[in-house]
């Protein structure tokens, strides 16, 4: 064979084996599946993956493939999803369509300083604002990218939450749609979503919102216990009714507090130090440190403290005291993941106490003083302890859920020249909240047409409550108004099923089946002594179901439509001569369960190669026999069903990233209103539910650069304007309150280790009503304003 001939076959072999390697290429991008891949243990991961991608791995660089792997969510090649889910130190090779060989990168990475844990809301990308492509939800229990998912569903990452002065989640709620708060103080408030208001004052009824730390609820009908958003992921906020799902309560929605978790491949630790100054108040201060220990056998411990003092800004004129609604808040958190053979494990024990000194509201819209003969001090204590236990394999996920709670809240009122007390005194309220929910659930692999995902659910709560009448300068003189105890269990069976009719319809129904037992005791009416004491129980049960269509026309756009229903069990009233109504009000001795069904038609798009996202959704809801918990006309708490109401409403939210900057706006636009009374308590039909407004919206826009070389700095401002509303049902000029707006600025300097963030808040100093209620035993009218103008800074140090 002569050389040009031999050269000419080696060209002509070589170009064959260029055209197979591009071939292949192709072949490995010809097809792409929708991945659904949480942050776990990288050599778990790749088993995912595979399961999932119905692809082979070739698994020669374990070496260099330690630590977490990166969340992969959504519609995309199986290449493109192995590429985004390894962790620095390998790469992909593909072999042919379905073969990939995972090998080490040629190149060494350079060394940095160990850093947090790996998770959405620390990414680079993240400092001033996460990109929302990047984030996962888990509400609705599987693993779902943030954009283009089929429901309702809105995040904020742990970085996000500390630009916004994120602090607790109230703090933040304004930016984001559809949420709602009361302001009677840290640990006191109601959160609503979706304007579905059972009312503004917390008692029996459970709350319309169910809240979640990680997989553990931690609230039956006691107020939020704000926790402070210490070292977190994400917070999620899935709108609408959650009973196929979630259970009773959860009428308007969910909202998950999402820790950052233990990361066995790095050491990692942080220490933070804010302080504030309020104008016409005092000093604000606080320390949150955060260490991660990695451990052998894959095992790590994640711990995080805190301790937080938040100056006062009312003055109580009558006894010479300044800034007395001081508050003191401070909590430990401690988790530990450990592998056991296939099982990944997960204990958390969380700790938080809140001390208020005082009230905050004030006598007279736009004041910032009261008089009180009386403190009212308020104490939130909760105690958390959960284990989460999940088994991957190939035939799905096994998750075990179980979780303790113990809440304790004390509430003292003034209730000077009340009942038949002449002079000084105090209404003293305890409620003890103890829970414990088991959770067993199976999901099944993510890839085919069908996936479903099934559970069983128990759960057991003591809920023991008692007022005293005190006179504080005849502690002799104290009398037991009422004891009594609720004591419910609950069981229940759910699961959702989702079939993909074609690669871009889904149809998905789920119910819940439900049962639960109350039983009430009540007794120790010393204020009349001749009611015998009671003992009491109910039955309830019934089926929540749930249907969904969906259209993903692209992997970033989705439109849907769904029905779903939520519920709340019954209970009972203490003794009509007990409470002490006066003429024109009635009460029944039991309460009955109320029902909610909404409809809803939404979607989410993203253009501009996904720079541009807007997400909307058109919703009506449908409630029967609304529970709410009032106030008689003698201070003391009753439960009803007060009639029958509704909302509808249109929700929006947008984001657009341009360059530097980052836009996000949101708003509500809803008729909250009680369409029908039920004629036992005051109540006006069509003038809105309390405590909600029918319009809301916020705006946040940031901007990101480097000024110098390793510096990042960032600027941003936020805007939240709350419509008008009614403290109850009633209305009346002076359970007027709301229509206001609310500004923020911020910026913030990054470098390396450090971070060093300012910040402005109540920039104009606005003194809107945001609640008009403080104290039940005061016939004056009440109001309570925003915290005056606050400057403050923050410094975080990365070790």
């Given at each position: 064979?002569?050389?040009?001939?031999?050269?000419?076959?080696?060209?002509?072999?070589?170009?064959?084996?260029?055209?197979?390697?591009?071939?292949?290429?192709?072949?490995?991008?010809?097809?792409?599946?929708?991945?659904?891949?949480?942050?776990?243990?990288?050599?778990?991961?790749?088993?995912?993956?595979?399961?999932?991608?119905?692809?082979?791995?070739?698994?020669?660089?374990?070496?260099?493939?330690?630590?977490?792997?990166?969340?992969?969510?959504?519609?995309?090649?199986?290449?493109?999803?192995?590429?985004?889910?390894?962790?620095?130190?390998?790469?992909?090779?593909?072999?042919?369509?379905?073969?990939?060989?995972?090998?080490?990168?040629?190149?060494?990475?350079?060394?940095?300083?160990?850093?947090?844990?790996?998770?959405?809301?620390?990414?680079?990308?993240?400092?001033?604002?996460?990109?929302?492509?990047?984030?996962?939800?888990?509400?609705?229990?599987?693993?779902?990218?943030?954009?283009?998912?089929?429901?309702?569903?809105?995040?904020?990452?742990?970085?996000?939450?500390?630009?916004?002065?994120?602090?607790?989640?109230?703090?933040?709620?304004?930016?984001?749609?559809?949420?709602?708060?009361?302001?009677?103080?840290?640990?006191?408030?109601?959160?609503?979503?979706?304007?579905?208001?059972?009312?503004?004052?917390?008692?029996?009824?459970?709350?319309?919102?169910?809240?979640?730390?990680?997989?553990?609820?931690?609230?039956?009908?006691?107020?939020?216990?704000?926790?402070?958003?210490?070292?977190?992921?994400?917070?999620?906020?899935?709108?609408?009714?959650?009973?196929?799902?979630?259970?009773?309560?959860?009428?308007?929605?969910?909202?998950?507090?999402?820790?950052?978790?233990?990361?066995?491949?790095?050491?990692?630790?942080?220490?933070?130090?804010?302080?504030?100054?309020?104008?016409?108040?005092?000093?604000?201060?606080?320390?949150?440190?955060?260490?991660?220990?990695?451990?052998?056998?894959?095992?790590?411990?994640?711990?995080?403290?805190?301790?937080?003092?938040?100056?006062?800004?009312?003055?109580?004129?009558?006894?010479?005291?300044?800034?007395?609604?001081?508050?003191?808040?401070?909590?430990?958190?401690?988790?530990?993941?450990?592998?056991?053979?296939?099982?990944?494990?997960?204990?958390?024990?969380?700790?938080q106490e809140i001390d208020n000194s005082d009230t905050q509201y004030a006598l007279g819209e736009g004041r910032l003083t009261r008089y009180n003969r009386v403190p009212e001090p308020h104490d939130n204590d909760i105690s958390v302890v959960s284990l989460d236990a999940t088994r991957p394999s190939s035939w799905g996920e096994f998750r075990f859920t179980a979780t303790g709670v113990r809440h304790n809240i004390h509430t003292r009122y003034d209730a000077s020249n009340s009942f038949d007390i002449t002079g000084p005194a105090a209404f003293d309220e305890h409620q003890r909240v103890s829970m414990g929910t088991v959770q067993a659930e199976f999901a099944s692999p993510t890839d085919g047409r069908a996936h479903w995902l099934a559970g069983l659910f128990t759960a057991k709560s003591d809920q023991p409550q008692n007022a005293d009448l005190i006179a504080p300068l005849l502690p002799s003189t104290a009398r037991s108004i009422y004891r009594r105890d609720d004591n419910l269990t609950e069981a229940a069976a759910y699961g959702e099923f989702a079939y993909d009719i074609t690669p871009r319809l889904t149809a998905t129904v789920g119910g819940r089946m439900f049962i639960s037992w109350l039983r009430h005791r009540a007794d120790d009416f010393e204020l009349d002594p001749g009611v015998p004491a009671r003992r009491l129980g109910l039955k309830d049960s019934g089926f929540a179901p749930k249907l969904r269509l969906s259209y993903t026309a692209a992997p970033d756009r989705v439109v849907y439509i769904q029905a779903q229903e939520g519920f709340r069990t019954g209970g009972f009233n203490l003794p009509l001569s007990v409470v002490g109504p006066q003429p024109g009000e009635t009460f029944r001795r039991r309460f009955r369960p109320d029902r909610l069904w909404s409809y809803e038609a939404g979607g989410e798009a993203a253009f501009l190669n996904r720079m541009l996202t807007v997400r909307a959704a058109i919703f009506h809801a449908e409630w029967r026999n609304v529970q709410t918990d009032q106030f008689l006309s003698s201070g003391l708490p009753i439960t009803v069903n007060i009639g029958d109401g509704g909302n509808t409403g249109l929700e929006v939210e947008t984001a657009l990233t341009l360059g530097g900057w980052q836009i996000r706006a949101n708003g509500l636009l809803d008729d909250p209103e009680l369409t029908k009374s039920a004629r036992i308590f005051p109540a006006r039909p069509n003038i809105g539910l309390p405590g909600v407004p029918r319009g809301m919206a916020a705006a946040d826009a940031s901007y990101r650069w480097s000024p110098v070389a390793g510096v990042r700095a960032t600027v941003s401002a936020q805007y939240a304007y709350i419509g008008r509303s009614f403290l109850t049902f009633e209305g009346g000029p002076a359970s007027r309150m709301g229509g206001y707006g609310v500004a923020r600025l911020e910026g913030d300097l990054a470098s390396g280790a450090w971070r060093l963030q300012i910040f402005v808040d109540n920039l104009l100093d606005d003194r809107g009503n945001t609640f008009a209620f403080g104290n039940p035993f005061m016939a004056d009218t009440q109001a309570t304003p925003l915290r005056p103008r606050t400057v403050g800074g923050r410094i975080e140090r990365l070790f």
């Open positions: 064979m002569t050389p040009p001939t031999l050269h000419r076959l080696t060209a002509i072999a070589l170009c064959a084996t260029a055209v197979a390697a591009v071939g292949a290429q192709a072949r490995a991008q010809s097809f792409a599946k929708v991945f659904r891949l949480p942050a776990e243990p990288v050599g778990q991961a790749v088993l995912r993956f595979a399961l999932q991608g119905d692809v082979s791995v070739g698994w020669t660089a374990a070496g260099a493939c330690k630590g977490m792997s990166r969340p992969v969510q959504g519609g995309m090649t199986p290449a493109q999803a192995l590429m985004r889910l390894l962790p620095p130190g390998c790469h992909v090779e593909a072999v042919d369509a379905r073969t990939f060989r995972i090998v080490v990168d040629r190149m060494p990475h350079p060394r940095t300083a160990p850093g947090p844990a790996p998770g959405p809301s620390r990414l680079p990308s993240a400092l001033g604002g996460a990109l929302a492509e990047e984030l996962v939800v888990t509400a609705e229990k599987r693993a779902e990218p943030l954009i283009a998912s089929p429901f309702p569903v809105s995040a904020l990452s742990g970085m996000e939450l500390t630009r916004l002065g994120g602090a607790s989640f109230q703090s933040v709620a304004s930016q984001v749609g559809g949420v709602a708060s009361t302001n009677l103080g840290p640990g006191r408030n109601k959160l609503f979503v979706r304007g579905l208001s059972d009312g503004s004052f917390t008692g029996l009824t459970q709350s319309t919102v169910g809240l979640y730390l990680d997989e553990a609820p931690i609230t039956y009908n006691a107020p939020d216990p704000a926790l402070r958003l210490a070292d977190l992921e994400r917070v999620e906020v899935l709108r609408g009714p959650q009973g196929s799902l979630y259970g009773s309560g959860s009428i308007g929605g969910i909202i998950r507090i999402v820790t950052n978790k233990p990361n066995p491949g790095a050491y990692a630790a942080s220490l933070i130090v804010d302080g504030g100054l309020t104008q016409r108040g005092g000093a604000s201060g606080a320390a949150e440190a955060m260490i991660n220990l990695p451990l052998p056998a894959g095992a790590a411990v994640r711990l995080v403290a805190y301790d937080e003092s938040l100056g006062g800004y009312i003055a109580n004129i009558g006894r010479g005291q300044r800034n007395v609604n001081q508050t003191r808040r401070k909590g430990l958190r401690a988790s530990l993941a450990a592998p056991l053979g296939e099982w990944r494990l997960l204990l958390t024990a969380t700790h």
